[in-house]
């Protein structure tokens, strides 16, 4: 039956409905706009500083000068983000503008500094950048805020942090070019220690196999032919010795020593003589180191000895003959004794030079290895001093902040207005909300309730109309009821109306700044 009830009401029942239940609808209805406003009137106000931080791209060319950070803008942020937003960083803040004095010594440092990040906002601002044929995001700037409940405040700790934040970018940058510079030049150092190593092992080797060096191949071979020439000709020179000796003894044998009626003082004078003509024509030929001139030298020097001796032998020979054949005898086994041991020299030297050459190819090889790893530590060497230059360029113009920075497009500054609560929004859905409630407060009253106050109502449970339909006839009490409740609903009103008022007037904006900001719209769109 109350389904067909409800079916058959119409929007002059539901009129009714609400002139009858009205006080049920208004009584909550104002009781949850109290509410709300309460709750707009008693949040405290948050102020958010915020400032906008530009990053600016590198003023040098890049083809000129590189960079040693070559991090993506966004990630080098977080990465300050992080070393910034630290327990320690943010308890020296929070003592320095002695924020949270009411939680400090209910609440660890740990608590505080979570509750400090929830205040801090760090928002990026992108870009599309199309490059190498795909779509990219490249970040231009970012904005850095603070919230606190004094806007004062906010400001201040807004600045600190753009502070910390720009002052940790070029420490961190600056420090990333040093570590780059000083590894760089370290490392240039050792290959220098093992250059130097290399050129002390390279100088050892060549002292080692000094005659077996690659370079020297050539005059080894040279000088082994000429060795084996010199050989040669030694060879034919003592053949040659031996045949003067052996026919010089084979004529010795036929003379005789001692010449009959010839004084033992009178020296053999054409013969020495003939002898020194024949030395003094030679000289004026060849040099004194020529064989022919060498082997007349030695045998004047036998004569002067054979007149210097007073042996009986000698002083018993006087036939010049057989002096002479005896000189030239003496001479050839001074000569073979000569060439003997300059064979033996020289064949040692043939021996050595031999040995050298052997070992040439092996010395090669463990040669070609020390210059091979000598030019690759120099090749290296240089590339680290070529990089080790461009670090320090790179240095510089961190220093001299020539690099990509940071600068501050927008300093924080104190804000005017609050940024939440948003009481204008909050008072207006607890009006909406506190409408929507009270028709519900009187919806579900009237559902409750199982009285007959309508025709069809009556009409519908009985089966049949009344005869007669005689209104709700008021009398005095109900009018004088009626009045005081118009009353005291005025006065409700009235005070919700002036306490809206006091609340904007001090938890949002005066009054007489909100009315001149109106007025001033107003005349802009009329």
Same mark, same amino acid.
């Given at each position: 039956?109350?389904?067909?009830?409800?079916?058959?009401?119409?929007?002059?029942?539901?009129?009714?409905?609400?002139?009858?239940?009205?006080? @049920?609808?208004?009584?909550?209805?104002?009781?949850?706009?109290?509410?709300?406003?309460?709750?707009?009137?008693?949040?405290?106000?948050?102020?958010?500083?915020?400032?906008?931080?530009?990053?600016?791209?590198?003023?040098?060319?890049?083809?000129?000068?590189?960079?040693?950070? !070559? &991090? %993506?803008?966004?990630?080098?942020?977080?990465?300050?983000?992080?070393?910034?937003?630290?327990?320690?960083? =943010?308890?020296?803040?929070?003592?320095?503008?002695?924020?949270?004095?009411?939680?400090?010594?209910?609440?660890?440092?740990?608590?505080?500094?979570?509750?400090? *990040?929830? +205040?801090?906002?760090?928002?990026?601002?992108?870009?599309?950048?199309?490059?190498?044929?795909?779509?990219?995001?490249? @970040?231009?700037? %970012?904005?850095?805020?603070?919230?606190?409940?004094?806007? !004062?405040?906010?400001?201040?700790?807004?600045?600190?942090?753009?502070?910390?934040?720009?002052?940790?970018?070029?420490?961190?940058?600056?420090?990333?070019?040093?570590?780059?510079?000083?590894?760089?030049?370290?490392?240039?150092?050792?290959?220098?220690?093992?250059?130097?190593?290399?050129?002390?092992?390279?100088?050892?080797?060549?002292? *080692?196999?000094?005659?077996?060096?690659?370079?020297?191949?050539?005059?080894?071979?040279?000088?082994?032919?000429?060795?084996?020439?010199?050989?040669?000709?030694?060879?034919?020179?003592?053949?040659?010795?031996?045949?003067?000796?052996?026919?010089?003894?084979?004529?010795?044998?036929?003379?005789?020593?001692?010449?009959?009626?010839?004084?033992?003082?009178?020296?053999?004078?054409?013969?020495?003589? &003939?002898?020194?003509?024949?030395?003094?024509?030679?000289?004026?030929?060849?040099?004194?180191?020529?064989?022919?001139?060498?082997?007349?030298?030695?045998?004047?020097?036998?004569?002067?000895?054979?007149?210097?001796?007073?042996?009986?032998?000698?002083?018993?020979?006087?036939?010049?003959?057989?002096?002479?054949?005896?000189?030239?005898?003496?001479?050839?086994?001074?000569?073979?004794?000569?060439? +003997?041991?300059?064979?033996?020299?020289?064949?040692?030297?043939?021996? $050595?030079?031999?040995?050298?050459?052997?070992?040439?190819?092996?010395?090669?090889?463990?040669?070609?290895?020390?210059?091979?790893?000598?030019?690759?530590?120099?090749? $290296?060497?240089?590339?680290?001093?070529?990089?080790?230059?461009?670090?320090?360029?790179?240095?510089?113009?961190?220093?001299?902040?020539?690099?990509?920075? %940071?600068?501050?497009?927008?300093?924080?500054?104190?804000?005017?207005?609050?940024?939440?609560?948003?009481?204008?929004?909050?008072?207006?859905?607890?009006?909406?909300?506190?409408?929507?409630?009270?028709?519900?407060?009187?919806?579900?009253?009237?559902?409750?309730? @199982? &009285? =007959?106050?309508?025709?069809?109502?009556?009409?519908?449970?009985?089966? +049949?109309?009344?005869?007669?339909?005689?209104?709700?006839?008021?009398?005095?009490?109900?009018?004088?009821?009626?009045?005081?409740?118009?009353?005291?609903?005025?006065?409700?009103?009235?005070?919700?109306?002036?306490? +809206?008022?006091?609340?904007?007037?001090?938890?949002?904006?005066?009054?007489?700044?909100?009315?001149?900001?109106?007025?001033?719209?107003?005349?802009?769109?009329?």
């Amino acid at each position: 039956m109350s389904m067909e009830l409800e079916e058959e009401k119409s929007f002059k029942d539901y009129l009714q409905i609400i002139r009858r239940r009205k006080y @049920t609808i208004i009584l909550p209805m104002l009781g949850l706009l109290m509410l709300s406003i309460l709750v707009a009137v008693i949040l405290p106000p948050v102020y958010r500083s915020k400032a906008t931080i530009l990053i600016e791209q590198q003023h040098i060319p890049s083809d000129l000068v590189k960079s040693t950070v !070559v &991090s %993506f803008a966004d990630e080098r942020i977080q990465q300050i983000q992080q070393k910034l937003m630290t327990v320690d960083n =943010i308890n020296r803040i929070i003592a320095k503008f002695k924020l949270y004095k009411k939680e400090k010594d209910a609440v660890n440092s740990e608590k505080l500094a979570e509750r400090f *990040k929830e +205040a801090t906002t760090l928002e990026l601002i992108n870009a599309d950048v199309i490059g190498k044929g795909k779509n990219s995001k490249a @970040t231009l700037a %970012f904005t850095l805020s603070f919230d606190n409940g004094v806007n !004062v405040t906010a400001q201040k700790v807004a600045n600190e942090l753009v502070t910390l934040f720009l002052a940790e970018n070029i420490r961190s940058r600056t420090q990333r070019a040093e570590e780059s510079t000083k590894f760089l030049e370290e490392e240039a150092e050792k290959f220098k220690v093992e250059i130097q190593k290399t050129e002390n092992q390279l100088a050892e080797f060549k002292d *080692k196999y000094s005659g077996s060096l690659p370079e020297l191949l050539p005059v080894n071979m040279a000088s082994m032919t000429k060795l084996e020439s010199t050989l040669q000709q030694l060879q034919l020179e003592e053949k040659m010795q031996v045949e003067k000796r052996d026919s010089a003894s084979s004529q010795l044998s036929t003379v005789s020593p001692v010449i009959i009626d010839m004084g033992n003082n009178k020296e053999p004078l054409e013969t020495r003589s &003939s002898v020194e003509a024949e030395y003094n024509s030679l000289l004026k030929k060849y040099s004194p180191n020529h064989p022919d001139v060498k082997a007349l030298k030695r045998k004047l020097e036998f004569f002067k000895n054979q007149k210097n001796s007073k042996s009986d032998q000698t002083s018993n020979i006087n036939n010049p003959v057989y002096l002479n054949l005896l000189g030239e005898i003496n001479v050839a086994n001074i000569e073979l004794k000569n060439i +003997a041991q300059q064979r033996i020299t020289f064949t040692e030297q043939l021996k $050595k030079l031999e040995a050298n050459i052997a070992q040439t190819h092996q010395v090669e090889r463990g040669f070609n290895e020390l210059m091979r790893d000598l030019d690759n530590q120099k090749a $290296k060497y240089n590339d680290l001093k070529a990089k080790s230059q461009e670090a320090i360029l790179s240095r510089n113009l961190e220093i001299e902040q020539k690099a990509e920075k %940071f600068s501050l497009l927008e300093p924080p500054r104190v804000p005017e207005k609050p940024e939440k609560p948003n009481r204008i929004k909050l008072l207006f859905l607890g009006f909406v909300f506190s409408i929507i409630g009270g028709l519900a407060v009187g919806m579900l009253a009237e559902a409750m309730d @199982t &009285s =007959i106050r309508s025709y069809s109502a009556l009409t519908n449970l009985v089966g +049949a109309e009344p005869l007669v339909v005689i209104p709700y006839i008021e009398n005095q009490d109900d009018i004088n009821r009626t009045r005081r409740n118009k009353i005291n609903l005025l006065i409700l009103v009235i005070f919700l109306i002036i306490g +809206a008022i006091v609340a904007v007037h001090f938890f949002y904006m005066p009054i007489d700044v909100l009315y001149d900001k109106v007025s001033d719209k107003l005349s802009m769109l009329l």
